[in-house]
């Protein structure tokens, strides 16, 4: 059984940092691809960062240039580095894995930044 667990989140002040790690059991294959999504109160999900095996990367606009994701493929684990935060990240953060044609979810880590 395939199973994604996050971890890091929590209430950060804006301009402040949080490292979300997710690591992924049970996958026998190689993940192809291992993704960060959220979901804000009332908004639809959407794409925050994404890599490949291989080391591509992909970021959506509202976070470029401040997160920054990466994995340790030896232990199905994927990172999520996320500096000068602001009210506007505040969401639920998901966890993502493709391997063999399957994709995988995490039940989420809540991020909250306020003052």
């Known amino acids: 059984q395939v199973q994604l667990v996050e971890s890091g989140g929590g209430l950060v002040q804006p301009g402040g940092s949080l490292r979300l790690s997710c690591v992924a059991s049970g996958i026998i294959f190689r993940a192809d691809a291992m993704a960060w999504y959220r979901q804000a109160p009332g908004k639809q999900r959407e794409l925050v960062a994404s890599i490949m095996h291989g080391g591509i990367t992909y970021y959506a606009d509202s976070v470029k240039g401040r997160f920054t994701i990466s994995r340790d493929n030896a232990k199905n684990t994927v990172f999520l580095q996320m500096n000068s935060l602001e009210p506007e990240d505040t969401a639920t953060y998901s966890c993502?894995?493709?391997?063999?044609?399957?994709?995988?979810w995490g039940k989420g880590t809540l991020v909250t930044v306020s003052l």
């Open positions: 993502n894995a493709v391997s063999g044609g399957m994709s995988y």
